[in-house]
């Protein structure tokens, strides 16, 4: 591992910390049984992430980045992401009633189950924000 992949990463983390509102090492954590090429993994989508696709302001905001990020979530049903995401937006300047439009478009294009199965998680997202 190269310093600078060491900056990257570091510098991916305090992105990352800074978007979502609260420390990303927790979810980095290894888990019981994972193989050590999974922290390998993880660094690699944290500093594409949070280095390379997040900080590309010029033509997408966050705010409307993390919209887009909230219904990618939610279409794929990828609950633990959304609930990162929908904070992300929320932290960007997005409204509540603006990430329930997401889902009111979830809903018409990826299907009423997908969109109130994420929605799920946007309700304890705003209720922990109340």
């Avoid at 049984?33 to 010029?58: L, M, Y």
Wanted: proline share 5%.
């Amino acid at each position: 591992m190269t310093l600078a992949s060491d900056r990257d990463y570091s510098a991916a983390l305090e992105y990352a910390g800074q978007l979502l509102g609260t420390p990303l090492e927790p979810f980095l954590a290894a888990t019981p049984g994972e193989p050590a090429n999974g922290a390998d993994f993880k660094r690699i989508a944290t500093i594409q992430a949070f280095t390379d696709a997040w900080p590309r302001t010029d033509d997408l905001d966050h705010r409307t980045r993390g919209l887009v990020s909230v219904a990618i979530a939610a279409t794929l049903g990828t609950l633990e992401p959304l609930r990162g995401q929908i904070r992300i937006a929320l932290n960007s300047g997005a409204t509540a009633r603006e990430v329930v439009e997401v889902f009111v478009q979830v809903a018409a294009y990826a299907g009423v189950a997908r969109a109130f199965e994420g929605y799920g998680v946007a309700a304890a997202v705003f209720a922990e924000r109340a």
